[in-house]
């Protein structure tokens, strides 16, 4: 359980690493300090040295991997093996001084994760996967809801923008969540969204355009745990692909039928 080409442990020794550093920087960041990569997308130093430090420290573990990297945009995902890094999920979430932001690092094998970490940085809880492992925090192992009452389903969603027909159909399907079903929240970090998917605090996960930083960790949490991940389709293509639907089996089913009625893509 300790390996995957790599040390599971000394993997997770650099992201606590790399997570004393962001929780240093939280205390004494301001968001006047923040650039904005897009009107709405912020980016800072916080970032950019934390990436540099899990891409140097990952180099040292696997050389020959390849890297897909969010802040350098560096890809070269025709690598055997991948380094997935996202080095602070919910940066916007960071620059505010919410608590609710963490470090996403997956390893693939021929596009396919085989080990994945989200560190929730602020609690100290790092969830963790290896394929065919399971999905752990800690020492304790995950497994999703089991919940079938949708009165007592717990979804959570981000928001997208960028294609104006496509978000309306998104948010006519966020008005009929909110009909349906127990609860909705909306975290600001599609990395612990995953993992709390996995861990059973919350049901379901469904968002649209995202990338693969975002999400390479978080699925396989999702299905070491037990549960279902795949595109507002239904198909595996959720990784390099436009949208995301993650859950148990049960939960799954129900958003899936629910974004097809709407043609949701």
Known sequence: MDSVVVSRRALEDLLREVGAYLRTQAQS???????????????????RTAEALLQEGCHRLLPEAGFILEETGLSNSENEFVWVIDPLDGT???VHGL????????????????????YAVPQDELFWAVKGQGAYLGDKRLSVSTYTDPD????????????????????QV????????????????????????????LDVFYEMDLNPWDVAAGSLLVQEAGGLVTDFTGSPNYLFGTSILAGSAWAHGELLSLLRAYGLQ
């Not at 608590?99 to 396919?112: E, T």
């Open 29 to 47: 960041f301001s968001r006047h300090e923040a650039e904005y990569k897009t009107a709405r997308d912020p980016v800072s130093y916080v970032d």
């Open 92 to 94: 916007k979430n960071f």
């Open 99 to 118: 608590p609710l932001f963490g470090i996403s690092v997956a390893l693939l094998h021929r596009g396919s994760p085989v080990l994945g970490m989200v």
């Open 152 to 171: 007592k389903l717990l979804v959570v969603t981000g928001f997208m923008y960028r294609d104006p027909e496509r978000a309306e159909k998104y948010f």
């Open 174 to 201: 966020l008005a009929e969540v909110m009909r349906r079903y127990g609860g909705l929240r909306r975290l600001g970090s599609a990395a612990l969204d995953l993992a709390y998917v996995a861990a059973g605090r």
